[in-house]
C-alpha cells in the first residue's frame, strides 16, 4: 500500500503542533491495514482537528462543530463496508458530548481520534472540557470553576468497548490507531499533544509530563472486556431480517369528485378526548376519496390528556405548497378550550365562512354563517361531537359529500368502531 496523503494540500499547523504528527501517524495506519482510499471516510468538524479531511485522499465529510459522530452514524449505516474515521478536538468534544455518550451506547464500527491539546486552539485559546483547573487559558478563571472531563473514564462508563489514551508523539502512535481502526465497534483514542500556538504560550507543559500524567490515569487501554458485545450495524440487521414487515401505506381510490373548486382551510377546534386529531384525518381520508390533495397539522400541549385540541386541515385541487392556514373556509367548535385558543380567527371570518358548533357554545364575535348543534339533546358524546359536526358540513355539500366522509370513516375504522362512527354520521346527514 501507498500513503493516502494528499500531497497537494499537505498539513498546515502551527510549528510543532501535535496535529501533524497525527496526520502521518493515520497515514502509517492506514498503510498497515492495507485500506485504500476508496475504503475509508474520514469525518470532522470545526477547529484544527477539522483540517484533517482535506489532508488524505478518501472519502470526507465537513460538519458543524461537535456534530461529527452524527454524521459518521448515518455514512456508516448507509454504507457499512466503509471504516469511518471521526476526528475532533476536545472542543468538539465537550460542544458534542451527548453524540459522544450515544456513540459509546451504540457500539456502531466507528473510530473516533480525539485530538486533545486542553484549549481551543483555533478560536483563541479559551478552555475546554478537558483543560485542567490549574491551566492557563485565554478564558481567565473559568476552568477553575469547572473538573476537566476525563473522556476515557466517561467513555467506559458510557459502554465503549474499545478505549485508549496515548501521546500524539508517540513512537506506537501508528499501532494504536490501527488497533482502534480494525476493533469490530466503537473505538475512542484520547491523543494528547501540545498547542504551541495557544496553550504552551501560557503554560510550561512538556512531553516528559503529559506521558507522565497518561501513566498515572492507570487506564487499562483496548478492548473493554465489561463492554464487549455485538457491534450496532450487526444487531440492528439481523434483528430487522427477522422483524415482520412494515405495512405499506394504504391506498385511496378517487371513488367521486370533490365539490370545492378551491383551496379550502378547515379548523377544529375542540379539547382532549374529542377525537380532533383523528377528525382531521378521516377529513383528510375523505378530500383524498374526493380526488383532492389534502395536509393536516394539529396543535395541543404537552399535558396531552387535557387542555386545546386543534387540528388545521387543507383541502385542495392542487398540490399544497403551504400548509399553514389562512382564513378558514370552514370552523368546526365542540369545546370553549379550542375556542380560546383561536378566538382570533373569528374577527376575520365572513359570511362566505360556514362555523358549525356545539349550541351550548359561546363564541366570539364572527360574521360567518352558524350552525347549532343541540348535542346534549341529541345524545351525542363528546368524543363523537366533532365527527357530527363534520357530517353536518357534509349535509350542507360545499366542502365534502357524504360519500367523501364514509369513504374516509372506512379508511380509518373497522367493525364496530366503523358501525358506530357511521351510526352518528347518517344521524346528522338524514
Known sequence: MTSLLNRERPPVFCPGCAHEAVVRGL????EMLELPGNQVAIVSDIGCSGLFDTFFNTHAFHGLHGRALTYATGLKMARPDLKVIVVMGDGGLGIGGAHVLSSCRRNLDITLLILNNFNYGMTGGQCSATTPTTGKTSSGFLNELEAPLDICKVAVA?????????MATGRELADHLADAIRY???SLIDIWGLCPGRYTKRNRVTLAQMEEDIKKSSLTTGPVAANEREEYAAHYFRLAGSAPAASRPISVAVICEAPIRKRCDVLLLGSAGQYINTAGEILCLAGMSGGLHVSQKNDYPITVLRGHSIAEVVLDRQPIEYTGIGTPAVVVCVAAEGVARRKKVFATLSEE???????ELSLPDTGARVIDIDFAGLKIRSSEQVLAALAVVAREGSLLTYEMLAAGLRHRYSGK????ALAVVNRLVT
Not at 158 to 166: E, K, L, M, S
Not at 417 to 420: A, G, I, P, R
Open 158 to 166: 458510557a459502554g465503549a468497548p474499545y478505549v485508549d489514551r496515548t
Open 27 to 30: 497515514d502509517q495506519a492506514l
Open 417 to 420: 368502531m366503523l358501525d358506530e
Open 353 to 359: 365562512s360556514l362555523v358549525v358548533k356545539d349550541g
Open 184 to 186: 469490530p465497534g466503537f
